[in-house]
């Protein structure tokens, strides 16, 4: 039974992985800004992340002279923040803006085939032909498998980021 419990912690650490993946949502549904692309000058550092609650806030910075470089907006299962920051830099982008809201629960459930392997262990004693005593060990091995059914639980957010750079300097 431990080793059934076991499999099924393994599989399911791994369908936890699978589904999440390591696929950088914040570039896949990046939509940038193509008339500000002159605007600014790619910063080549780290970009600073600040998390907003409005996108008055994302007013505030452009007013305060920053450029609108692009953003990224989807719906999913929570995104890790580093992703964005790795792609703001990518980018060019000094600051990064984020906002996520709680928008669903989801719940599926799978039912997979988990092998089994069954021992059955048969032991005892005989006299051979010459009265001396023997032991032995009889060992059957049965394959089989087990359905398990499994239920996983996702939260979605709304995910909302925006990339700004700092106006470039006007020439003179």
């Not at 692309?37 to 994302?58: N, R």
């Not at 032995?136 to 089989?144: C, G, I, R, S, V």
């Not at 087990?146 to 750079?165: G, I, K, M, N, P």
Request: charged share 25%.
């Amino acid at each position: 039974m431990k080793g059934l419990l076991f499999c099924a912690m393994v599989m399911l650490g791994v369908l936890a992985a699978s589904c999440c993946g390591e696929a950088n949502l914040y570039q896949k549904f990046y939509l940038p800004e193509v008339e500000n692309a002159k605007l600014f000058e790619p910063c080549g550092e780290d970009p600073k992340a600040q998390e907003i609650q409005s996108t008055d806030e994302v007013k505030a910075w452009l007013d305060k002279g920053y450029v609108l470089v692009g953003t990224s907006a989807f719906v999913a299962p929570w995104a890790p923040r580093v992703q964005a920051l790795e792609f703001g830099r990518k980018l060019g982008a000094s600051l990064v803006l984020y906002h996520a809201k709680f928008e669903r629960v989801e719940k599926h459930s799978f039912t997979e085939q988990m092998p089994v392997t069954r021992v059955k262990s048969r032991e005892g004693a005989f006299q051979d032909s010459q009265g001396r005593t023997r032991a032995y060990l009889a060992e059957q091995h049965e394959h089989t498998s087990v359905a398990v059914t499994r239920e996983v639980t996702y939260d979605y957010y709304e995910h909302q980021t925006y990339f700004l750079a700092p106006r470039k300097a006007e020439k003179k």
